[in-house]
């Protein structure tokens, strides 16, 4: 049963999805600079995958990917979060913050541009829940659209 | 009689929400300046300073609440694991007789 929008729409979508894909992790990286973070890119990248299943009715099995990358991103979470322990301070403290190094810039008191390169543990544990909300999202909706017979698993 | 109990319940609870609301009010009258600016205070003056983020509300959520953002990535994680367990793929118990 093949089940596929007109081939408008499906071209259409074929487009769209790189700049939502890409608008939803520039909302992850720049989480800690602007509104946004990673809840919020990872729902966007995941509508990225509801377009793909809704107008194209079908996609690859990504259903091992999935959940590998949902599990890896709680773990990483977890990790970063008992991170502060591991350096001797309180849990979920902020240890990288102004140490260094990757994400570890300082940030002007005040009205600042705004550089990428600051945030300590911030940004990082944006990262790794953007992966985990992209993953969880994704699978979730592959999994309906899979059962309920609206998507066939393309080989 | 159920009804009754109902809007008799509804209009308590809608009663108490609006003696919040009034509670919330500034000392002019106005809801543009709360009482209690302490805790509000510190997260604007400090996150910067102490967290290096420019993002107030990222630094709240990641940072100074963390404890919960880590429960709510739980419960996309259980909500996930809940969905692949009630649609997976079972035999039916006749195929497994044969």
Redo the contacts between chains.
């Keep these: 049963m093949k089940w596929k929008m007109s081939v408008i729409v499906r071209t259409v979508s074929d487009v769209m999805v790189v700049p939502i894909i890409v608008f939803g992790i520039y909302l992850i990286l720049h989480?800690?600079?602007?509104?946004g973070?990673g809840?919020q890119g990872g729902a966007v990248v995941a509508s990225a995958t509801a377009l793909l299943i809704v107008s194209n009715g079908a996609l690859k099995d990504y259903k091992g990917d999935f959940?590998t990358m949902?599990?890896a991103?709680?773990t990483f979470?977890?990790l970063l979060?008992f991170l502060g322990i591991v350096m001797g301070f309180a849990?979920?403290?902020?240890s990288l913050?102004?140490t260094g190094g990757i994400f570890g810039?300082?940030?002007?008191?005040?009205i600042?541009p705004?550089y990428i390169n600051?945030?300590?543990?911030?940004p990082l544990?944006?990262i790794v829940?953007g992966m985990?909300?992209i993953a969880?999202l994704s699978?979730?909706l592959w999994?309906?659209a899979k059962?309920s017979g609206m998507m066939e698993v393309e080989k | 009689m159920k009804k009754v109990i109902a809007m008799i319940a509804l209009l308590i609870i809608f009663a108490f929400l609006a003696g919040a609301i009034v509670e919330m009010r500034g000392e002019d009258g106005g809801f543009g300046n709360p009482v209690n600016t302490d805790m509000d205070e510190y997260f604007l003056g400090d996150s910067q300073p102490h967290n290096q983020v420019n993002n107030v509300v990222t630094a709240v959520l990641f940072d100074y609440r963390g404890l919960d953002t880590l429960g709510e990535a739980t419960i996309l994680f259980s909500a996930v694991s809940g969905v692949l367990t009630v649609l997976r793929k079972i035999k039916a118990p006749k195929e497994v007789e044969k």
Aim: no cysteine.
């Design positions: 989480g800690h600079l602007t509104p973070g809840f959940s949902e599990s991103g709680l979470f977890f979060a849990m979920f403290y902020n913050a102004g810039g300082t940030v002007m008191s005040g600042n705004g600051t945030g300590g543990t911030v544990m944006n829940v985990e909300v969880a699978l979730i999994m309906m059962n």
